[in-house]
């Protein structure tokens, strides 16, 4: 089976039209690894279609923070900023959905879903250091986790040493292809739907079809303009609006 893996969609509609748009007919089954909501314009549209995809999903610190259920303290001025616009917006129905949603791990079909690291839903894996617990105490050889916007992963192999996975496409390529190699662990990273941060404004997701080896890692673009304005009319925060141009 494939699965379409997204993650930090954050309220990007158009993004999101545009990774489904462009994936159609390549996968079986969608999981998202949270962050549906946050910082974009279009929190209702998202979940919307979040759940209209069935899509297997855990929760990130935005939709823990936009839906209520944790205090936004935590987060910078603009981040906090959005987290309140996000509650504003959101209805009833979709505020419970944010609400209930499951805290990872979770293993489905031979590979684990976390938002940030193994143990911790909040803490960015950037290094491979960070990385080495979760790549040690995994549940399956091969976990997805968001949170850092950062298309890539890390590997740990037979030999117990670790490698950092640089997977982003290139300009003018839609996707780059990673074999799953028997003996070693994987931690992966599909990247940012809504708001990548590696400097690559396209929108981020991967195919994963596991039992066969083999994870896709894709980039397409999208009409951030439109978002952007969106974003200013919403009156959201103009270093969030002006950071989708530059991926960062």
Not at 25 to 41: E, H, S
Not at 102 to 128: C, K, M, N, Q, T
Not at 201 to 228: G, K, L, M, N
């Amino acid at each position: 089976m494939r699965f379409l893996i997204l993650s930090d969609i954050h309220a990007n509609l158009t993004a999101l039209q545009t990774s489904l748009a462009e994936s159609e007919g390549k996968w079986d089954k969608v999981v998202c690894l949270g962050d549906i909501v946050g910082y974009g314009p279009d929190p209702n549209e998202v979940i919307d279609r979040v759940r209209a995809l069935g899509a297997v999903t855990i929760r990130g610190n935005h939709d823990k923070v936009g839906s209520g259920l944790e205090s936004a303290e935590d987060f910078n001025p603009v981040a906090r900023a959005a987290a309140m616009w996000t509650r504003e917006q959101l209805r009833p129905e979709n505020r419970e959905y944010l609400e209930t949603l499951p805290l990872g791990p979770l293993s489905i079909d031979g590979f684990s879903l976390v938002h940030g690291a193994l143990r911790d839903e909040d803490e960015y894996v950037v290094a491979p250091a960070q990385a080495l617990e979760s790549l040690l105490e995994a549940p399956s050889q091969v976990t997805f986790f968001g949170h850092t916007h950062l298309q890539g992963g890390f590997s740990l192999g037979p030999d117990n040493a670790i490698a950092a996975l640089r997977l982003r496409p290139a300009n003018g390529e839609k996707f780059t292809k990673l074999e799953i190699k028997k003996g070693t662990n994987y931690l992966l990273n599909p990247g940012s739907v809504g708001q990548p941060r590696d400097g690559d404004p396209r929108a981020a997701f991967a195919i994963a079809d596991v039992a066969h080896s083999e994870v896709d890692f894709w980039r397409v673009p999208y009409e951030v303009e439109s978002v952007q304005q969106r974003m200013e009319k919403a009156g959201l925060p103009e270093p969030l609006i002006l950071r989708l141009s530059f991926g960062r």
